[in-house]
């Protein structure tokens, strides 16, 4: 009876799987990359952006991320095992996810899947995932292009979250703090760029604490340290006391309607919490004396072209009515000397847009949107960028 018991045991337990690899090395037209593997929810994966060195284009999605492959597209879906290729539906032994800012794949996905796709181009053997044949004379021949790429000058991004620590920042009627929100929002958008090649990302603050508003543009110089290619956004939730609903996104200069003047004293009103602060004043002669050397200087207009990319990219989902550019005299852009912006996400006094502010999925699409503004005004902007690191 014992005998038949362990027997019994022995067939309804599963085998053992195969020693979990510590790492992936990928062959490609350079040296060799080695990816280290990630086990965040139990089962082996590696980050999406290994594909990279495959030749492969990875971009995400507010829901997921598509690859783009020798000629094919993969779609996937956060924390779904499934994805499409071809108009086939493909199922994977874990789902895909998303941990410290990257999107990862399971291990089989690289070791198995990718290899018997595509036998021709790809060869996996002792924990080497290598291009073979035609693909790899391929990527050998493009490979230059790629390193010229990557030596483009460094896409410096400064995320400022606004308020934090005793500013609070405005509140909505479900409770939810401005200082809050934008602090996840500007989380999310550096885990996306991070994933990105080529940029340098650096938030003024990355915990509830409060920095002062001079103190902002300040930082966000010296981390440009001289360098071309940086741009300073700060995020915020805007209020109002009237119904009011939608995104809009502010440049450094004089403010030309009532409305702008509010959003102006509204923001610059921060300066209160700080130290011996007292009520900034948009209009003032100091700040007056610093947009006169602001009119028809690259910054201006760059900071102007920057507002209109990311109300262009929040209004491809927005459910809120597109306000459009603005511009005022706030402070904490006064003094960065790199395009600089402001953007208030949505309307944090409005009762329907505070609850979308208050969901992951929102914040995750206003971080996308954001992203995506910032890799197109670079793109735009790349000859200029070249030209100046050059000089």
């Keep these: 009876m014992i005998i038949r018991l362990i027997c019994l045991l022995l067939v309804a337990t599963p085998l053992r799987a195969a020693a979990q690899p510590s790492a992936l090395a990928i062959e490609g037209a350079g040296e060799p990359v080695r990816v280290a593997v990630a086990t965040h929810h139990g089962h082996p994966a590696f980050p999406a952006t290994a594909l990279a060195a495959l030749g492969g284009q990875w971009v995400e999605e507010p829901a997921g991320a598509r690859a783009v492959l020798f ?14 290729v071809g108009g086939e539906t493909v199922q994977l032994v874990a789902p895909v996810y998303r941990a410290g800012g990257a999107v990862h794949l399971p291990h089989q996905f690289f070791v198995e899947w990718l290899p018997a796709r595509y036998p021709d181009r790809l060869r996996y053997e002792d924990g080497v995932l290598r291009l073979t044949g035609a693909a790899a004379a391929k990527a050998a021949r493009e490979a230059p292009t790629a390193r010229a790429a990557r030596s483009r000058p460094t896409r410096i991004v400064i995320i400022d979250p606004g308020h934090g620590g005793r500013d609070p920042g405005k509140i909505g009627p479900n409770g939810l703090r401005e200082k809050d929100v934008t602090l996840a ?81 509204m923001e610059n009103a921060a300066v209160q919490f700080e130290n011996g602060g007292r009520a900034a004043n948009g209009d003032g002669h100091e700040l007056s004396a610093i947009l006169n050397t602001l009119r028809n200087d690259f910054y201006l207009r760059a900071s102007n072209n920057l507002a209109e990319i990311v109300q262009r990219r929040l209004a491809a989902f927005h459910p809120g009515p597109n306000r459009g550019v603005k511009q005022a ?39 996308f949107a954001l992203a995506e503004a910032v890799e197109e005004f670079f793109d735009a902007h790349e000859h200029l960028w070249l030209t100046e690191s050059a000089s």
């Excluded at 006064?334 to 914040?363: C, H, K, N, W, Y």
């Design 71 to 84: 000629g094919d597209t993969l779609h996937f879906e956060l924390f779904s095992p499934f994805f499409t």
């Design 185 to 265: 929002v500007s989380r999310r958008l550096a885990a996306l760029l991070r994933a990105r090649e080529g940029y340098e990302v650096h938030l003024t603050r990355t915990t509830d604490t409060l920095i002062a508003l001079q103190d902002r543009p300040a930082l966000a110089n010296r981390w440009k340290a001289g360098r071309p290619a940086a741009i300073f956004i700060s995020i915020h939730a805007n209020s109002a006391p009237r119904a009011a609903r939608g995104f809009e996104t502010f440049f450094l200069s004089e403010a030309r309607t009532e409305d702008e003047r509010r959003v102006a004293e």
């Design 329 to 367: 005299g706030l402070v904490v852009l006064v003094g960065a000397f790199m395009p600089a912006v402001l953007v208030e996400m949505a309307f944090i006094s409005d009762q329907r847009e505070a609850r979308l502010l208050g969901t992951s999925e929102f914040q995750q699409k206003i971080a």
